[in-house]
RNA sequence: GCGGGCGUGAUGGAAUGGUAGACAUAUCGGACUUAAAAUCCGUGGGCCGUAUGGCCGUGUGGGUUCGAGUCCCACCGCCCGCACCA
């Protein structure tokens, strides 16, 4: 008999991995390290069963390498800067430090249950004074190296809660939490230069080997490079100029306007001049600055009055308009517009009544621009009327080289390099983030602070009754002596983007409490993470930031060069999903049904009142639509061994995975039958003497898991596993082959149900922990079959088979197959065309 | 609009170009039990057949190959990312 009591069995393992400190991570330069990473949680309060399948992910992935001979560096900290906090604090009157570290704390005690093989030595949160003290010392750092600076930037701003909201807390153009219309206000921000490693950071992704190339492939496109001619139209009225870029240049001849941007320095200028452009681009400024905004406003201009000559025909007069669709720190917030070759510059023209001029023509088809623009691929040949030499027959690349070279040879235009990659703006007019280390003085301007008076500590003494930044209104926080001249100044109020945070806190993991923002012998032993894994949520601002920061900190002297690109290998994996069961309630709203109030009748659902439900199937788990799965109970239920097998068990890791009860039951059953058979073995007794064909199985799923394991394919290294345990049970064999086989599934199941491993492994009186066991090793001797069954096939259809021994010559499994019954049959006496024999593979008859 | 991915039983999914559907779930049948639970054994793509077996089958159509779920082309459907970027 046997007992798999998992609230036993379970904290007793974790308190022997405790008691003999078997995931404290120590520098060892005699072992290889590896370092495994899962993206750190922000601190909401509960546990998700994401966060299960993220990090037991993470944890298979560590406790292998802790038993494949690395010395293992898998540590866990919190995200815990943010707006959560603050909301949290304005709606309950509590303080977002307080509710930050009680959800902390709740969070470690909803983890460790999980048996995660974490160094939790290790842990911090951001909003550690500790933590973000060396943040602010690094930002100074960052200052005088010249990658930080201040300027002016268009914010979208809420002018109820007198804050800065982010692009995604603007909805249909009103503030999130206070409704009200959002205003772009100009305002002086931080900025790093981020802009300044557009090139390398682009050029680098291509040595990313072990990155998914989606996530590649985003981060090239947000880096966006293009290629492009910039050169300058010249005012017919006073002669100054206004420079214009285009990706384009092929396509000049066509050009029927030129388009400024509302914030373009003219624009300003001739707004001072005029109430009409002033209240137009007042007008057209308003609503944020969101994709969405953007995208629903209509396209609108404004004549300027102004004209421009023609860089190749003086004589050609182009109107100057404003136009609200051009952006200003786009190339040079001006463009000339060529509406035949461009669906926005025609819809402008047709709109305002512009004229359009084509100039080139598909070699194809006639084309005849009327509502639709004529835009060729750049790869496709067309008859191109050029600037230099009349009709041309060329690819828009060869068109566009031309005119580039043609323009820089003339003089009056050259070839530029674009990136879409703005510099990272960073400060953000909020409490519960990382203050920005500076002071304004009247006398010295923007001075940084000294370093021996960090960390600038947040206040604790705020109220969030009125909005705004309770830094800007707090009686003595702002009040300090300039660290220049030592007069009286302000301190900035500004903290920074929780983006900062996460930037760089897995080079502080390897020196967690370091005087300095990381210790470089601790850095060189631990950096790289080896294996990055989270949300392809991230695939871009916070791997991209990251990437950069990185850099940054090499330059200041806090990383090594070898860490410049700080993750060895990423991977993104898919969301944990549950069903959704509605029916329609008597208002006509959906109602959601908690899972536990239906109940499942071939696959269709029912209340207790017998009303069928609606079944959404594989739904992202949302609070409101009551499909929440609570880790904490499926704990108490089933134990944490099971979960950790489930999530990992019915998808690949990268794809989303479907809660069931139905699969958490069968998890658990299994679970228990490990168990069953371990106790059963316990008891000592031969069923039987086949030894041979047990450990020939044994062997082949060593080998397999292992591959599994080591290729993220831990669904198909799981089938495996229930595979063996199917051959194990039925097996007849000998008590020290079972169990030896027992034990070494054990070993195999450790790095996704530890705790059951554990169990057996001491049930079966293995020497110490399994977690510190070496992993087991298959005999490639076992794994080769003496005799293979060759499929036999008649022009590629399976007729038959034949067994022989497995490096039996080609010639005898040629006579062998010709023999066949099948064979004879479908050659009705007649000779093969052709014979394929893959040796241990397969037999192709060709008739 | 641009870019990327996916499409296999009732379901989740397996399958270095080489026996499609491993493993699991649902279903159905059986054993054990007074009974139930648990457990164990079996069934588990479709059609025909008592059966040995046969035919069909990986979204659709074509191609490459001795052989295609896998590679190539086109189409259909779904999903994701980006986007007034000049």
Redesign the pocket.
């Known amino acids: 008999m046997s007992n798999y009591d998992t609230k036993t069995i379970e904290p007793k393992w974790q308190s022997a991995w405790q008691e003999a400190g078997t995931f404290v991570a120590n520098r060892d330069e005699a072992k290889p390290k590896y370092y495994v990473l899962e993206m750190f949680p922000y601190p909401s309060g509960r546990i998700h069963i994401g966060h299960v399948r993220n990090y037991t992910m993470g944890d298979v992935i560590a406790r292998y390498k802790l038993a494949t001979g690395h010395n293992v560096l898998h540590p866990m900290g919190f995200d815990a800067f943010g707006m959560p906090a603050e909301n949290a604090a304005m709606a309950s009157g509590g303080h977002p430090k307080t509710w930050t570290y009680d959800n902390i704390d709740t969070m470690v005690d909803q983890m460790k249950p999980l048996g995660f093989g974490l160094d939790w030595s290790r842990m911090f949160a951001t909003c550690d004074p500790e933590y973000y003290g060396q943040q602010q010392s690094m930002f100074i750092d960052f200052m005088e190296k010249g990658l930080v600076y201040r300027k002016n930037a268009v914010v979208n701003w809420d002018p109820v809660d007198m804050t800065v909201l982010a692009n995604e807390q603007v909805i249909d153009g009103k503030g999130w939490r206070s409704g009200a219309e959002v205003e772009r206000r100009e305002l002086t921000q931080w900025f790093f230069k981020i802009s300044d490693f557009s090139e390398e950071l682009l050029d680098a992704i291509d040595g990313l080997d072990d990155w998914p ?2 996530v590649k ?2 981060q090239q ?2 880096i ?1 490079k ?1 290629r ?1 001619l910039e050169f300058s139209f010249e005012r017919v009225d006073n002669g100054e100029t206004i420079p214009v ?4 240049p092929d396509t000049l001849m066509g050009a029927s306007f030129v388009g400024i ?1 509302p914030d373009h320095p003219l624009a300003k200028e001739l707004a001072e001049k005029s109430p009409a452009v002033a209240s137009f681009i007042s007008a057209v400024t308003k609503g944020g600055t969101t ?1 969405e905004a ?2 629903k ?3 609108l201009g404004y004549y300027t009055g102004i004209e421009v000559r023609h860089p190749l025909h003086p004589d050609w007069h182009l109107p100057v308009w404003i136009a ?4 200003m720190d ?2 040079t ?1 001006a ?1 000339f517009g060529c509406p035949a070759h ?1 669906q ?1 510059d025609l819809d402008f023209c047709r709109k305002y009544e512009l004229p359009v001029i084509e100039t080139f023509q598909s070699l194809t088809d006639p084309i005849m621009v009327d509502d639709v623009a004529f835009v060729p691929p750049k790869t496709e040949k067309v008859t191109w009327i050029n600037h230099f030499a009349g009709l041309t027959v060329a690819t828009g690349e060869e068109a566009i080289d031309a005119t580039i070279a043609f323009a820089e040879e003339q003089g009056w235009g050259k070839g530029v390099t ?1 990136y ?1 990659l703005r510099d990272w703006g960073l400060s953000r007019q909020r409490y519960w983030g990382c203050p920005i280390p500076v002071v304004h003085c009247e006398d010295c301007g923007v001075v940084p602070e000294k370093k021996e008076n960090l960390p600038i500590a947040l206040p604790d003494d705020v109220s969030f009754d009125q909005p705004g930044n309770p830094l800007d209104r707090h009686p003595t926080w702002r009040d300090c002596a300039c660290p220049a001249c030592g007069k009286p100044a302000k301190r900035e109020t500004d903290t920074m983007d929780t983006f900062v945070d996460s930037s760089w806190y897995f080079a502080r993991f390897t020196a967690p409490r370091a005087e300095t923002p990381t210790n470089m012998d601790d850095a060189k032993y631990w950096m790289n993470v080896d294996q990055y894994i989270g949300g ?1 949520e991230h695939a ?1 601002l916070h791997l991209l930031y990251s990437r950069f920061f990185a850099r940054a900190m090499h330059i200041c002297g806090h990383l090594p060069e070898s860490a410049i690109e700080p993750f060895d290998a990423l991977f993104t994996q898919g969301m944990v999903t549950h069903a959704i069961y509605k029916t329609d309630g008597a208002d006509g709203r959906p109602v959601y049904h908690y899972p536990e109030d239906v109940e499942l009748r ?2 269709t659902g029912f209340l207790s009142d017998g009303t069928e439900v609606e079944i959404i199937p594989s739904a992202k788990m949302s609070k409101s639509k009551n499909n929440v799965v609570d880790p904490v109970a499926i704990i108490d239920q089933y134990g944490a061994d099971t979960a950790r097998w489930f999530v990992l068990s ?3 890791p990268e ?4 809660w069931t009860a ?2 958490a039951e ?1 998890a658990f ?1 299994h679970l ?2 490990v168990h069953r058979i371990s106790a059963d073995i316990a008891e000592g007794k031969d069923t039987g003497s086949d030894d041979n064909a047990l450990r020939k199985a044994l062997h082949k799923t060593i080998h397999d898991v292992t591959m599994g394991v080591e290729s993220f ?1 831990f ?2 290294a799981i ?1 495996k596993l ?2 063996f345990t ?1 051959v194990l ?2 097996s007849k064999a000998s008590h020290a082959a079972r169990r030896e086989a027992v034990l070494t599934l054990a070993q195999l199941m450790a790095p996704m149900t530890p705790h059951l491993s554990e169990e057996v492994w001491s049930m079966q009186g293995g020497e110490g922990l399994i977690a510190n066991a070496p992993w087991p090793k298959a005999d490639e001797s076992l794994l080769v079959e003496d005799t293979v ?1 060759l ?1 036999i ?1 008649v ?2 259809k ?2 038959s ?1 034949i067994t022989v021994a497995k490096d039996l010559d080609k010639a005898e499994v040629e006579k062998l197959a010709l023999a066949d019954e ?1 064979v004879i049959k479908a050659l009705a006496g007649g000779q093969p065309k ?1 014979l ?1 024999v ?1 040796p241990g ?2 037999v ?1 008859v ?1 008739i």
């Open positions: 190339a989606k492939l985003m496109n947000w966006g293009s492009g870029y285009t990706t384009r941007s994709e953007l995208e406003a209509e396209k609200n669709f051009i952006l786009y190339g917030g463009i461009d926005r674009n879409r392809i871009i071939d696959g019915d998808s690949p794809r989303d995975v479907e139905a699969g069968a059953k228990s039958r394919g669904n198909a089938a229930y595979a199917n049970a039925k069954t499929p096939q022009n590629g399976r007729r088979e099948a052709k394929i893959v593979r397969i192709n060709v």
